[in-house]
Every structure is written in structure tokens, then in C-alpha cells.
């Protein structure tokens, strides 16, 4: 995904925010959509600071789809406005002007106020579906759903599942799935069950995967098991070629291969292709490393393992011409060394020669 450059005329060495942020926005948002904002107002305030989304999404570890999805949110509520292209693609992001705006209130874009700085970058396709925003729902508002049959047998079957009653928090996700994802109960169900079988017992993490289905268009049970079935090839061949063992991988390397796979597009071999690489330069599977191969291929526009040999041989000609340039750079300060010495007066003699070593040695014995 290509870089997006932030800068500002001014550096206070602080990052302000808004009352009215805190007073009216702040209690209403998701917790992790607050820590985004936040985060890109601080970098906001570097100047001349190289900014990505894969950037921010590894620096708050979450994935490129998490903080698209914070940015919608936001441009919903009026502090963002995503700029597109014709084709479709986000070309900029505008901070709106916090102060006089009320929670939830609507922004005429056209007259919406710039903030003094202004976020541009190069167009970055891929942009996920955006998700509905997850209400809270009131007492009164649950209790009306519990009184349906369907309802009332999912919160059950759920509660069977977990070995647990659901907290208020957990019966408002699960409604959310139900309500505004607009999810099956055989869905939601199948969710929950391959969460459980993968060792997964946070709805934390049940939410965003059920988000992320609805990005990608799943909405049955058979769709979601094409796409489990080829998610999951797809991290046990990374894990072979990684050399990693029985043990399960840990969330930020699944998002790591979420982004690869999802974010650049890349087919499996060339992911496999770094992941040999990155064994064959540091012997030990490091996500990270063929995290910085694959980030390098995406910012080249790789799409085959072709390309990949193409970038070898420009660096391989490179490598040569730098060589090439060291031992010429070399040459040439052993001359002007060689130089330097015959200039020194010590050593500026006539130099005898022809010395008969045999007569001198008779000479001396003879002495």
C-alpha cells in the first residue's frame, strides 16, 4: 500500500484535542476507533513524517481493515472526510473542524471546514465495505429482542456454547450481528463454533471476524466455509514454509497474513517465496522480515513470481555497478597514494642497481 505523507507548517511538540471531542464524540465511539483518531492527530503533528495505513495498523496492531473501518466511522460522524477518485479509489483524507459539531450530526461536505493541516496521499485501492455502526442498545430495546423465539434460542445456544451467561456487553454484539449486520442465526452460530474450535473465546475477536465476513460479501454458512477452508491452507502452508511447528499462530501473525493475503493481494506463492527468503537470510521465522520483503514487492507492484525475478536481476546489475565503483574509487586512491610517496623527498634517490651479491660475499669473508 503506498505511503501517505503528512506534514504540517507548525510543530507545538504537543497534540491538542477538542472538547467537544471528548464531550461529544469520545463516549459514543468505539474504544479502538478513539485510539486511531488519536494516533492520527499525533501524526499530524510530525513534520515530514512518511505515513501509511500498514503503519498505522502495525503500530496499534490491528489490521488495514480495522482502521478503514475507524475512518469511515468517523467521516460518518463528521470528523473525516474521505476524498475518492473517479475510480473509486481514496486519494485523501481531510480532518474537519471538531469544534461546533454535535454527536451524530450529518456534514455538508461541500462546506464542511478544513482543519489548518490537511492529509493527501497516492490512491490506495482495496477499500473494504463499509460496516454499520454498532449501537448500544437499551434495556427496553433487549428485552424486545429476547421476546423473539429466534432471538432467544440463539442467545441460549450461545450461552450453551461459552459455558457462561453473556454479559450486557457480549448480548449487544451478538444482537448487532443479528441486527445490523443483518447475519444469519446458522451464521452466527457457525461463527461462534469455529472461534471456540480455534481457541478464540473473546467476542472482541468474534466481532471482528464477523465484520471482516461482512467485508468480504459472506453471508452463509457455506460462504464462510470456502473461506475459512482457504484461509486456512493458506496459513498452514505459511507455517511450513516457515518452519513453524504444531503450536497455533498468535493474532498478529495472523493479521500479518491477513494483510498479504487480503490487503496486497498476493497469491500464495509469492508469499511462500518470502517466507523461504526470509529463512534463508535470518533462520528463523520472522513475520516481520517477510513482512518487510512483501511490503518492498507491493510498494514494486509484484503480481508474479516473474516480476520477483526481474527485481533480482535490476539489483544484481546494481550490486555489480556499486562494486564496480568501489574497486574503480579504490584504483584510484592506490595511485594517488603511489603518487603522494614518489613526491617525498626521503625517498627522491637514484636507486643503484645490479649489485653482484656473490663477489660483495667473497669480499667480506675475505675481510
Request: glycine share 4%; hydrophobic share 35%; aromatic share 10%.
Amino acid at each position: 500500500m503506498a505511503d501517505i505523507m503528512l506534514h504540517t507548517s507548525t510543530n507545538s511538540g504537543f497534540t491538542c484535542i477538542s472538547n467537544t471531542f471528548i464531550d461529544d464524540f469520545m463516549k459514543d465511539a468505539n474504544g479502538e476507533y478513539v485510539k486511531i483518531y488519536l494516533y492520527l492527530l499525533r501524526c499530524l503533528n510530525r513534520e515530514d513524517y512518511d505515513f501509511s495505513i500498514s503503519q498505522l495498523a502495525d503500530c496499534l496492531d490491528h489490521t488495514e481493515k480495522d482502521i478503514m473501518r475507524a475512518f469511515t466511522y468517523w467521516e460518518k460522524v463528521g470528523l473525516l472526510r474521505l476524498e475518492y477518485s473517479e475510480d473509486n479509489e481514496l486519494t485523501g483524507i481531510c480532518l474537519v473542524d471538531v469544534n461546533g459539531k454535535k454527536s451524530f450530526t450529518s456534514v455538508n461536505n461541500s462546506a464542511a471546514p478544513y482543519v489548518a493541516i490537511t492529509a493527501t496521499m497516492p490512491a490506495v485501492s482495496n477499500i473494504p465495505i463499509p460496516v454499520p455502526f454498532k449501537p448500544s442498545y437499551t434495556p427496553d430495546e433487549l428485552d424486545a429482542f429476547k421476546e423473539e423465539d429466534e432471538v432467544s434460542d440463539l442467545i441460549f445456544a450461545t450461552q450453551t456454547y461459552l459455558g457462561r451467561p453473556l454479559s450486557t456487553s457480549d448480548t449487544n454484539t451478538l444482537l448487532f450481528w443479528y441486527d445490523g449486520l443483518h447475519m444469519s442465526v446458522d451464521l452466527i452460530q457457525y461463527l461462534i463454533e469455529t472461534c471456540l474450535d480455534n481457541g478464540h473465546t473473546s467476542f472482541h475477536y468474534m466481532d471482528t471476524v464477523a465484520r471482516n465476513w461482512t467485508e468480504d460479501g459472506i453471508t452463509t454458512v457455506e460462504d464462510a466455509r470456502k473461506s475459512s477452508s482457504a484461509h486456512t491452507n493458506t496459513v498452514y502452508s505459511i507455517k511450513k514454509a516457515l518452519g513453524i511447528g504444531n503450536r497455533e499462530l498468535v493474532e498478529s501473525e495472523l493479521n500479518y497474513i491477513d494483510k498479504w493475503a487480503n490487503t496486497y493481494m498476493f497469491s500464495l506463492d509469492i508469499i511462500l517465496e518470502a517466507c523461504e527468503r526470509t529463512i534463508a537470510a535470518t533462520n528463523k521465522p520472522s513475520f516481520k522480515y517477510a513482512d518487510s520483503i512483501l511490503s518492498s514487492w507491493n510498494k514494486a507492484s509484484v503480481r508474479t513470481l516473474d516480476d520477483i525475478a526481474l527485481l533480482d536481476q535490476e539489483f544484481t546489475k546494481a550490486s555489480v555497478a556499486r562494486l564496480s565503483e568501489a574497486r574503480l574509487k579504490a584504483a584510484s586512491n592506490a595511485n594517488t597514494s603511489a603518487r603522494a610517496k614518489s613526491n617525498n623527498k626521503f625517498l627522491n634517490f637514484e636507486q643503484r642497481q645490479n649489485y653482484d651479491f656473490n663477489a660483495l660475499e667473497k669480499k667480506l669473508l675475505g675481510n
